[in-house]
């Protein structure tokens, strides 16, 4: 019998009340069903809104000091439970268990800094224009922030939402991605074990469609922070400007990482196998496409390929895995279709290119690393985010054409320059 999950609002594990619940399964393994959570609806949100209301009454007159303490806490217990936690984020995640280990890091590192910042929220006093007046500011909480939270970084994005916003004296609700509720899960019972008062954090299980919707339209909730894709980040956009809130959004990314021939080789080859592969090309700063210089593109190239084909696809919780599987059959689906696409522009795969078969992989949403070679500029494969285990390599001739490459993405988040020559890593600064 699966085990059922609950939300955590107004201080209790509840169920929701609609009665529905989901399946979350490991996407390594489709077999091994973690449990059911609660797939929400407006009326649970509702309830978490007034609970956070009520909570953010209490919390806001918390002196931020004591506030910051909770949050040393919430890191002590991280730090003591840190290889369990990665246990379980790698399960219904799905990276390997090096990549969870410092995605709960980050979230304890968060939880340190946040509790230092308790005691360095200064207010200002500033000049005034007039004679015999006196001007200050001081630095007071907005009130319930609502969080919506991706897959991918199930406990290190969580953690650099909610901590800023607790130690600021708000009130948070969570609505973590419906593929990794269990992370969430356990990071809200640990918030409650290290004296959180229990309505200042909601956690609301559901799809986003229908809680994750009726978060950000709810008119008493005046922070929100998506981090997601670019298309839902805009319709989230449309809706908060509308109503005047606070808004804070991470989307896509198309990022490149550029070599030029006086780059350190080795050093260029282990940065694009970690930024392609890594997190299975699940991340919004992901390498997803590699410019190489003329002069070094075969060489390179043929070596990175070999690397690659070096790479052990298989279960995150097993020793020597370097790359684990998608999260689910529809990033299976889309990455296959972008391989495609590729070919169909012209694109050589070069390796990978195909479902990662073996023992125990036929269980899971797994594929091969792939590199596809002579991608064009301004093509679909150059432009559009896959979000996959997929680099794109393009050919380019000098600095310049490699920044007008770079730069012919509608949306850039991160970008690498390889190379020994100072000045050009100043010139990528201004351009890039």
């Known amino acids: 019998m699966a085990e059922k999950f609950r939300n955590f609002i107004g ?34 949100l509702e309830r978490a809104v007034a609970s956070a209301k009520v909570g953010f009454e209490k919390w806001r007159s918390t002196p931020a000091p004591e506030r910051g303490a909770i949050l040393r806490r919430v890191g002590d217990i991280m730090t003591a439970r840190k290889d369990e936690i990665a246990r379980i984020a790698t399960r219904e995640m799905g990276k390997v268990l090096e990549e969870t280990r410092g995605d709960v890091q980050e979230g304890i590192d968060t939880a340190y800094y946040a509790a230092t910042e308790g005691r360095r929220l200064f207010g200002y006093t500033v000049p005034s224009e007039l004679r015999d007046k006196w001007a200050m500011t001081y630095r007071r909480p907005i009130g319930v ?42 990071l809200v019972e640990i918030l409650i074990e290290a004296g959180l008062p229990p ?8 799809f986003g469609e229908e809680v994750g919707a009726a978060l950000v339209e709810h008119p008493e909730v005046p922070v929100i922070s998506f981090t997601g894709s670019t298309e839902t980040g805009a319709k989230i956009g449309e809706v908060c400007g509308r109503m005047h809130k606070r808004l804070s959004l991470e989307m896509g990314g198309k990022n490149a990482q550029i070599v030029m021939p006086d780059a350190n080789m080795d050093l260029a ?21 590699l410019l190489l210089h003329d002069d070094i593109h075969d060489e390179f190239l043929d070596r990175l390929v070999e690397r690659t084909k070096a790479l052990r696809v298989g279960n995150g919780l097993e020793k ?5 599987p998608l999260i689910n059959q529809a990033a299976l689906d889309k990455v296959e279709s972008y391989v495609e696409i590729g070919r169909q522009e012209g694109g050589e ?38 979000f996959g285990p997929v680099l794109s390599v393009i050919r380019f001739s000098d600095l ?3 920044f007008r490459i770079n730069n012919e993405v509608k949306y850039g988040l ?4 390889y190379t020994s020559d100072v000045r050009a890593a100043f010139r990528a600064m201004a351009e890039l």
């Open 349 to 386: 795969v070069v390796v990978g290119g195909k479902r990662a078969t073996g023992p125990g992989l036929d269980r899971g949403f797994f594929y091969e690393p792939t590199i596809i070679r002579g991608v064009r500029p301004g093509s679909r494969l150059a432009l559009e985010e896959i």
């Open 400 to 402: 310049d054409e490699a």
């Open 320 to 324: 020597g895995v370097d790359v684990g």
């Open 269 to 289: 080859i282990d940065g694009v196998l970690w930024g392609a592969f890594g997190t299975t090309g699940q991340r919004c700063t992901a390498t997803s496409r």
């Open 199 to 206: 309505e200042v954090v909601q956690l609301v299980h559901g």
């Open 11 to 44: 201080g209790e594990w509840v169920e929701p009340t609609t009665g529905e619940y989901f399946e979350n399964r490991n996407p390594a393994d489709t077999d091994d069903l973690i449990g059911l959570f609660p797939r929400s609806g407006r009326e649970d």
């Open 414 to 417: 991160s970008s690498a320059l």
């Open 145 to 186: 922030c609502g969080l919506i939270t991706p897959f991918n970084f199930p406990m290190a994005i969580p953690t650099w939402k909610m901590f800023p916003a607790l130690v600021c004296g708000n009130a948070v609700i969570l609505k973590p991605a419906e593929d990794v509720p269990h992370t969430a899960t356990i």
